[in-house]
């Protein structure tokens, strides 16, 4: 059984999904591990990951504006508000999506189905710079 680390550092310019397929799969190509599993974590908590259709942008948009409307901003509940009033929204957002993923991988590579992306999903309005670990056990 062998392991491998990566950091993956995305830019993200405001809420939505910020697709790293690519990125993902080509690590993990070069790692040499044929099977195994790819676990990613977020370091981060006001964002989150998730693994989404990546044909048809909308159900990103429509996604988005879904948890906006689930988890609005400056509600009268708050009372984390020092960082701004997207700040608290972020965090239960991130509470309410995922910070980790799990993927099977075979054939030295994500087991992805044929329409699954892999992003970040940001959920504060700022630019920020999110990382990403990968984790890769496997033979």
Same mark, same amino acid.
């Given at each position: ?5 990566? *950091? ?13 397929? =690519? ?15 790819? !676990? ?8 989150? %990951?998730?693994?989404? *259709? ?6 990103? #948009? ?10 609005? *901003?400056?509600? =009268?509940? &708050? *009372?984390?508000? %020092? ?6 929204? $972020?965090?239960?957002?991130?509470? %309410? !999506?995922?910070?980790?993923? $799990?993927? =099977? ?6 087991? %992805?189905? #044929?329409?699954?992306?892999? &992003? ?6 700022? =630019? ?12």
């Amino acid at each position: 059984m062998r392991q491998a680390f990566h *950091e993956i550092t995305l830019s993200t310019h405001g809420k939505g999904l910020y697709a790293f397929t =690519p990125q993902v799969r080509d690590w993990v190509r070069t790692c040499g591990i044929r099977q195994g599993l790819l !676990t990613l974590f977020i370091r981060h908590t006001s964002a989150s %990951l998730l693994i989404q *259709e990546n044909y048809d942008p909308t159900v990103q #948009t429509d996604l988005e504006h879904f948890l906006s409307r689930l988890v609005p *901003e400056d509600d =009268p509940i &708050y *009372e984390h508000t %020092l960082e701004g009033a997207d700040d608290m929204p $972020a965090h239960v957002r991130a509470a %309410l !999506t995922q910070t980790h993923l $799990a993927i =099977p991988v075979g054939e030295g590579g994500p087991l %992805l189905g #044929t329409w699954q992306g892999i &992003y970040v999903f940001e959920h504060r309005r700022a =630019p920020q710079m999110r990382s990403v670990m990968l984790h890769l056990m496997g033979e």
